[in-house]
């Protein structure tokens, strides 16, 4: 299989990003963001050294780090033993290691193929 990173954004290690960000592209998070991320057709990664505080309205998150706030994946969201998700969560499906910390209210529902 071939690793490829063309077309992701990331925001590296030690560097901070205070402000909203909004984009269609995936994005990975080895630094820290304070504001809203709107990626409707992306998928963001909170590396272990990642921290987000902020709402997120992402298709997809995996997260290894760190993220406080509010969490709106349309498809599902992943969470490392490393991650630590201290929010409301609202996604169709969620993946759970074990040892991964949670806090926060989750409402997991498919709404693909619905007319609502």
Do not use: H, W
């Amino acid at each position: 299989m071939e690793n490829r990173s063309d077309g992701i954004s990331v925001i590296a290690s030690g560097l901070i990003i205070n402000g909203n960000i909004t984009g269609d592209g995936d994005m990975r998070i080895a630094g820290c963001v304070e504001g809203e991320v709107l990626l409707k057709n992306g998928k963001m990664t909170v590396d272990q050294t990642g921290y987000v505080e902020g709402k997120l309205a992402v298709k997809e998150v995996a997260v290894a780090g760190e993220v406080r706030g509010e969490i709106d994946a349309t498809s599902k969201v992943s969470i490392a033993p490393s991650g630590k998700v201290i929010c409301d969560v609202k996604t169709a499906r969620i993946d759970i290691a074990e040892g991964a910390y949670l806090c926060g209210n989750f409402i997991v529902e498919d709404t693909l193929g619905t007319d609502n």
